[in-house]
């Protein structure tokens, strides 16, 4: 079963060409983000733009991806749009089972469609198709259109952007087959950029199973810990929204553009509100037998004769984080309400929310008014919330178009700077402390999920700067290993170190299982060697005041203590991008 070459389709839009690629580097990179680096490293160009049309869209999958469960995701890097230099975003869906059955570990995009396109891509096949008529249309509209256009189920996933890609917006995502994204800094934007209106990859080849009895009984054994334990549980359950109610009661729930950290309204949006009212059914993305997919509905009025449809909105932690308590929207149904315009947008829903909590407090302390909102935004109005996003989606004028480029962006035209919650990017919804606030304004995705930083600081008390920072550097390496397999994070407690090992070697990879450790440190390496010679400084990085202004259950956050995990995470973040005398060497002979 084991491959070591990379088998990578290259695909050049501005020729209408194709061609596979074999790449003989599985020992140094495994594939996801691995593979990811190394593709971004031959084929990206660092010193030009994002937007420049021979810059790569990489999406990348591991080699145990269709083989054990929960190993469900797409690597999707990129030059982002939010701060032109390389980036990583993760998505599930089909589309990682979808690249397999294609027999594909990667797929690589560069040039620009002479129209607005959608690329079609198979184990047999290619297909570049004008779809024109698809510009301007929301991601739901274009979805069902796509999905006509390509019939079948199952192995085929569908990608698209609705109008803020279009828009060229640096908060722009990728939908994935309705309920995954690949959300955060931009890549809908990429795609954008490059007339592709989707991308459908259809598994449409085979791919062999190991022979005997030791794989299925290893996959059994996985499958178990996944189904019959408490591990995953929690994740078919209530879901991440189950984390709603216990950060507010940390007072770590970032309300209102972070004004407050808690609120009584708590009880209107918590988990197992939206469970009751609202869940309609569960989900899952291919290849994951927990169900993590929470879908609830959406009942809307379109006549007056009492006549209704209802639509199906996905939802979790974050989302109603960003769209409800961020915004002060304390109703679970008009939460949903404000995602499902998100959703049609094509919006990366935490940068949106994030920057309109900002908006909104910025309209309150007079420095932009109802001109540049075109409707009046106050904190807990829904309607003027779902109106805006819709406004920022299609850059209705030059403020929403500036701030479709993010918070900050907008706030050094407009001021407003110190009160922009922003960390490396829109923060995710955990006011947790120090820890967490420099390991995601530091962090190589921007992402609550490159670090457990958020569950350290509710570990830990004792404020020591090197323990934290080494932890932080440590736990990113061993979330490298998972994101290089790739493996949903939500199953880093099953996925061990050990059992990823004997995941590898049962399929025949056992240099790769014996030196897991050592690989996983070169990727993340090679990471941050991309992050800088993109243009990353980590000793610039400076925190909002707003997170200084912040009080947890632990009291005030402690400058002193912030500043001092920040200049010592960014010298470490630099000595990892270090290029040692061997690694020259061997570029040399690339």
Known sequence: ????????????????????????????????????????????????????????????????????????????????????????????????LALRFADLDALVITGRASTPSCLAVGGHHIDLADVHYLWGKEVDAAGKMLRR???????????????????????????????????????????????????????????????????????????????TTDMMSKYHNLGTAANLATLDALKSLPWRNLQQTSDAAIANVAGDRFADDTLLRNAACAGCPVGCIHVGFLREKFMAQNQ????????????????????????????????????????????AGVTLAWATEATAKGLISEEQTIVPLRFGDAPAFRQAMVYLGRAANDFYRLLGRGTLAAARVYGGEDFGCVLGQEMAGYATGEVFYAAQSLGFRHSHLDTG?????????????????????????????????????????????????????????TALADNMNDIAGGIQKKRWQLRLRTGFKPGQVRIPKRFLDVTTWKGKTDPQYLNALVSTYARQIEQLAQVDVQQKADGAKH
């Open 308 to 351: 209704y449809l209802y639509r199906q909105v996905a939802y979790d932690y974050e989302p109603i984080f960003a769209t409800g308590t961020m915004l002060g929207v304390s109703d679970a149904f008009a939460v949903l309400g404000i995602m499902d315009v998100v959703e049609k947008m094509g919006l990366d829903v935490m940068s």
């Open 453 to 509: 930083g958020y569950s350290y600081d509710q570990k830990h008390a004792e404020q020591d700067v090197d323990k934290a920072v080494a932890y932080l550097v440590t736990d990113e390496q061993e979330r490298v290993a998972l994101t290089s397999m790739v493996a949903c994070l939500f199953a880093r407690k099953v996925y061990t170190p050990d059992l990823l090992a004997e995941c590898l070697r049962n399929l025949g990879y």
């Open 1 to 96: 079963m084991s491959r070591d070459a990379f088998r990578v389709l290259m695909v050049n839009l501005t020729v209408n060409r194709s061609r596979i690629v074999l790449l003989e580097e599985r020992g140094h990179y495994i594939g996801g983000s691995g593979l990811a680096a190394l593709l971004f490293d031959t084929y990206g160009q660092p010193d030009k733009a994002w937007d420049d049309p021979a810059q790569p869209i990489i999406f990348a999958i591991g080699p145990l991806t269709g083989y054990f469960p929960l190993m469900s995701k797409t690597v999707c890097a990129f030059k982002s749009p939010y701060h032109d230099q390389y980036a990583e975003s993760h998505a599930g869906g089909r589309s990682a």
């Open 149 to 227: 256009m390509y019939p079948g189920s199952g192995h085929r996933s569908i990608l698209r952007i609705g109008p803020a890609g279009e828009n060229g917006a640096a908060m722009a995502g990728i939908n994935v087959d309705t309920y995954r994204h690949f959300g955060r800094l931009g890549g809908g934007a990429v795609m954008g950029v490059k007339n592709l209106k989707g991308i459908v990859i259809e598994g449409d080849a085979a791919f062999p199973l190991p022979v005997g009895k030791a794989y299925r009984k290893l996959f059994k054994e996985v499958y178990a810990r996944m189904t």
